[in-house]
């Protein structure tokens, strides 16, 4: 009986597992070349306008720069790559009509993160430094987003400070979110795996 039991249990931990059906929804910038020259003396706000669809929900999300190199070797200082996420844009940064805009400007600190001086700072990614640096190493930067910040996400405008402490390229810069939606058939098999459950259950107090 208790064999029964776990095999029961087991069953439902895996229809569980597969109660969403997952599709990817993917951003790019929209201006300033994608973004694949980040020089030291700029700072960008990537702005984005997204609202998630009803009866979804977020099951991950990343932020990659593709192929990210320092345009020379490490021993160069500084050589430090600044990444925030923004749950709205701070403020000056208006969105408008645009649903994916980037804006940029002058950046003089001398090394320093530019966003931990705004008000409003966001999250602060872990800050990255090429070991190598002077050419493609064929590296993907792979941020990805604490489940905690997916409202950040999901609530209709958001966005991304990128702030380069020497030269950085990339081939492109890309947001990912997977989303789900519950599947019909996974419900009713689950809830069939759950009742036999129970059934099992009041056969054993017998």
């Known amino acids: 009986m208790k064999k029964a039991i776990k095999i029961t249990i087991l069953v439902a931990a ?41 009866n979804e929900h977020i099951v991950s999300a990343t932020l990659t720069y593709k192929d990210i190199y320092n345009w020379k070797d490490s021993d160069q200082d500084p050589n430090h790559l600044y990444t925030h996420l923004f749950n709205t844009l701070p403020a000056g940064y208006y969105m408008n009509g645009s649903t994916n805009k980037v804006w940029t400007g002058s950046d003089a600190d001398g090394g320093q993160d530019k966003f931990l001086t ?38 209709g405008k958001f966005g991304f400070g990128i702030d380069p402490d020497c030269h950085y390229f990339n081939n492109g810069i890309e947001l990912e979110i997977i989303t789900g939606v519950p599947e019909p058939a996974s419900m009713t098999l689950l809830g069939l795996g759950l009742l036999g459950l129970v059934g099992l259950r009041k056969r054993g107090k017998r």
């Open 14 to 54: 895996l229809l569980i597992a597969g109660l969403t059906s997952a599709q990817a929804v993917t951003f790019t910038p929209n201006g300033n070349s994608e973004l694949s020259d980040l020089p030291h003396g700029r700072y960008y706000v990537w702005g984005l306008k997204w609202t998630l669809p009803a």
């Open 118 to 155: 705004w008000s409003d700072p966001g999250y602060a990614f872990e800050t990255w430094t090429d070991p190598v640096g002077g050419s493609s190493q064929g590296f993907d930067l792979v941020y990805n987003i604490p489940v905690e910040y997916f409202s950040w996400l999901s609530d």
